[in-house]
């Protein structure tokens, strides 16, 4: 894993942009839904196997939980055995990590806070920050579309459409 | 056939269900235009908005708004060379040619003209192979249905982004989250670790997040986009009948290619293009203008991505089966309004497929109208800035998940999947099988179940009905014949490095 200064037309923001060897990610990614799937098998064999209909509960998830196995498995022998055609195959580039994670963050905080801070200043606050960690310097419409985007989404989703909020 | 057609016609004596139709060729064309955002985005957009709507108003919306968001596609790529969707990428081949040739305008229009073409005769097809088509599925058993099922899903994962485990891991994985909620047949609670969980993982909200969530946390990766340059639109009330008249049989081959590889799930608006692009530079008198600004090939790409609209269609609403991600969102939308596609629709609500058929039809002159006495402004639209549509398409998501319950829940559902869909789709994980899977995993347990419970638990009677011995056969063909291109590729490959 490495991190390099991708956006040299911009330097007065230092992004960065994160690079994985894909093959690192994949196995990852096969690695996490694999425990998954051992999760998901695990508490669909504590389920009733029999019914009267024939088949139980646990038949059908513990087929799909064999489908997500034998593919996970193949899938990480195939990602061992695999020898990328090309250098840029063999890598995956995430640009801006920070702001993609802090956007995440922000998303959560929001949905979480939106009760408390309520939906005109939860969505006005999302938006600006959302296009803030976008890229978007200009205050002109920083300061502008965020009211007006909250208060449209109230408009439509509240007294068009009757959406009931706390 | 005539009469229920009537039917259809008639629902548009309720004002409000023509306006759901022109508001849906507008936000349609609104997020064709956009790189990045799609049919299949837009669909899922739209949903919440409709909650509170008639059953046949948000349908007619939703159904003008997937053939408008095709069309919408080539408006960027035609601009900018940068199609708003796969399916637009080989009009950009000789659109935007055109464009730096200075005939925007043009282009333009044959690619309205021919995207208004491709639904009009597809429409035509559809009207008459759904119906025979749900008809003839009345017959269908558990075991067929099955099959059937099982079919859509094994072809939409072989054809995903070239690798079939990635496809089989993808749709097991939709299968799982079909699985939580309590037991359709038993009641027994599955995989539900509080009671919000006991109606299974809400649609809507798994949607928003694998789709539009996804995209955002996309844009907020790519960063501000660059201003573009205006194009003039000289030209654009200037193509004269007989260019058009010139192509008929293009128009005809390009619709019928359209349409036939749209009702193959998983081939979709994309793969029609290309082929029937293919088709027409073989057919063409200048073949050698195909990629330097051919009309024909605007033509040919056009008319085949929004014939592929109806074709899509077809299984969905004769079989209630989704061929692609897009369909899929919609027989989501469709069970919200309380409405099961299938073939007892026919019967039970002809007023819905037919008003399909009527809504397609009258979304032609609409949209060619909306394409090109607005051509400037869509043309704009192409330049909104990236992180003001991120910051809409998050605030539109997440409210929209929290509208479907009026609850949480949904919104952490949301939430959560977004970030799911973005690591998946970095890993190169197709989204299109976990949604499929996710809408049909019911429909698969429940007749596997049927089935086997008919058999007294005899497993051979999925392949002893010949129905669904063929279905089976063709899905297990169509799930590992590439798999076995793909190996020989590798073998030869090896080979090749080794000696």
Request: overall charge neutral.
């Given at each position: ?12 923001v ?5 690079v ?42 513990l087929?799909v ?9 193949l ?66 419409l ?19 459409l ?5 | ?12 004596a ?13 936000i ?26 008639d ?19 080539a ?6 060379n ?42 035509i097809?559809?009207f ?26 094994s ?17 097991g ?64 009330l ?154 809409i ?107």
């Amino acid at each position: 894993m490495s991190i390099k200064n991708a956006d040299a037309e911009a330097p007065e923001v230092a992004n960065k942009t994160l690079v994985i060897r894909k093959k690192w990610l994949e196995l990852a990614v096969y690695f996490v839904l694999l425990a998954a799937t051992a999760l998901y098998a695990n508490d669909a064999l504590k389920l009733p196997s029999y019914s009267s209909s024939g088949i139980g509960a646990s038949g059908f998830p513990l087929l799909v939980a064999t489908l997500m196995g034998v593919s996970l498995l193949l899938l990480i022998v195939v990602s061992f055995l695999s020898k990328p055609s090309q250098e840029s195959d063999s890598l995956v580039e995430i640009s801006r990590p920070a702001q993609v994670l802090l956007s995440m963050m922000v998303m959560a905080a929001v949905v979480l806070a939106l009760e408390w801070v309520g939906l005109i200043v939860g969505i006005a606050l999302m938006a600006f920050l959302l296009m803030k960690l976008g890229g978007e310097n200009r205050y002109s419409l920083l300061l502008t579309l965020p009211p007006l985007l909250a208060l449209g989404i109230y408009a439509i989703f509240v007294l068009v459409l009757g959406v009931y909020f706390d | 056939m005539i009469d229920n057609l009537l039917i259809g016609l008639n629902a548009f004596a309720d004002p409000m269900v023509l306006v759901g139709l022109i508001a849906g060729a507008l936000i349609g064309y609104l997020i064709g235009a956009i790189p990045g955002l799609g049919p299949s985005l837009g669909i899922a957009l739209m949903i919440p908005f409709t909650y509170s709507m008639d059953p046949l108003v948000s349908i007619v919306m939703l159904v003008a708004l997937f053939a408008a968001a095709e069309y919408g596609g080539a408006i960027s790529g035609i601009l900018l060379n940068s199609p708003g969707t796969a399916a637009a990428v080989a009009t950009t081949w000789d659109g935007y040619p055109l464009t730096k040739q200075g005939r925007t305008g043009i282009a333009l229009n044959i690619s309205i003209i021919s995207s208004g073409i491709g639904i009009f005769v597809s429409t035509i097809l559809l009207f008459f192979t759904a119906v025979p088509l749900s008809e003839y599925a009345l017959n269908f058993g558990p075991s067929a249905y099955f099959a059937l099922a099982l079919l859509g899903l094994s072809l939409v994962s072989s054809f995903s982004s070239g690798s079939m485990l990635k496809g089989a891991l993808a749709m097991g994985f939709g299968l799982a989250l079909a699985t939580v909620g309590l037991d359709s047949q038993t009641g027994v609670p599955r995989f539900s670790y509080h009671p919000d969980f006991f109606e299974g993982l809400p649609l809507v909200p798994v949607l928003l997040g694998l789709f539009a969530l996804s995209e955002v946390l996309f844009m907020i990766e790519a960063g501000a986009s660059h201003k573009v340059k205006n194009q003039p639109m000289s030209g654009i009330l200037e193509v004269p009948f007989k260019t058009f008249y010139k192509m008929k049989y293009l128009f005809l081959r390009s619709s019928l290619i359209g349409y036939f590889v749209g009702v193959i799930p998983g081939a979709g608006a994309s793969i029609g293009s290309f082929i029937s692009y293919a088709v027409a530079k073989r057919f063409s008198k200048r073949p050698e203008l195909f990629g330097n600004g051919s009309y024909e090939g605007i033509a040919a790409s056009e008319t085949a991505n929004n014939a592929s609209v109806s074709g899509s269609l077809s299984p969905l609403l004769a079989l209630g089966i989704p061929g692609s991600a897009t369909t899929a969102i919609m027989i989501g939308a469709l069970m919200i309004h309380g409405v099961q596609p299938g073939p007892l629709l026919f019967t039970t609500n002809p007023e819905i497929p037919y008003t399909v058929f009527v809504s397609l039809w009258l979304s032609v002159p609409i949209m060619v109208f909306i394409g090109l006495a607005g051509a400037r402004f869509w043309a704009k639209v192409a330049d909104i800035p990236r992180p003001a549509i991120a910051a809409i398409v998050a605030s539109i998501s997440l409210i929209g998940a929290y509208a479907s319950t009026s609850s949480m829940f949904p919104v952490y559902v949301a939430l959560t999947f977004g970030v799911v869909g973005y690591v998946l789709r970095k890993a190169n994980i197709p989204l299109a099988p976990v949604i499929l899977a996710l809408v049909l995993g019911d429909m698969l347990e429940t007749n596997l179940r049927r089935a086997l419970s008919i058999s007294n638990g005899d497993v051979t009677t999925l392949i002893t009905n010949p129905l669904s011995a063929t279905l089976l056969a063709i899905a297990a063909l169509s799930f590992f014949l590439p798999a076995l291109g793909m190996f020989r590729k590798k073998v030869k490959g090896y080979r090749a490095t080794n000696t």
